[in-house]
Each structure stands twice: as structure tokens, then as C-alpha cells.
């Protein structure tokens, strides 16, 4: 799923997100939403969170777990 719509996106989903300083590379860091930053329903860089760890940055993937 993506992550430009805020509505796919609950506290405790599984997530890839990118953080600022990756965004020149694409790295990604999955985790756990804790928090949703973006008031907005969607962004076109994708949903901004932090996840448990503390760790900030943009929805790129919503991962499904089993």
C-alpha cells in the first residue's frame, strides 16, 4: 500500500519510511508508527511519522503482517 494517504496509515502499522538525510539515497528504515506528524490527507512525498524507535521520517511502504 501506499503511503501518501494519511487514512492507510494507523499507529503501530508496520512501515518502511525514509528519513531526510536518505532521501538521496532511498535507504530505507522499517519499524512501527508511534506517531503520525502530517495533519494534511495525503502528501505526494508520503505521510510524514515517527515510528518507536524515534526516528522521523516519510511513509514509502506499508508492510502487511502475517
Known amino acids: 500500500m501506499e503511503g501518501t494517504k494519511r487514512s492507510n496509515i494507523q499507529l503501530e502499522s508496520h512501515v518502511e519510511i525514509v528519513q531526510k538525510h536518505h ?8 519499524g512501527y508508527v508511534a506517531q503520525i506528524l502530517t495533519k ?3 502528501h505526494p512525498h508520503g505521510i ?13 511502504n506499508i508492510l502487511e503482517d502475517d
Do not use: A, C
Request: charged fraction near 40%.
Open 40 to 42: 494534511s490527507p495525503n
Open 48 to 60: 510524514k511519522v515517527r515510528l518507536e524507535t524515534g526516528e522521523v521520517g516519510r511513509v514509502k
Open 23 to 30: 532521501q538521496r539515497t532511498g535507504e530505507l528504515t522499517d
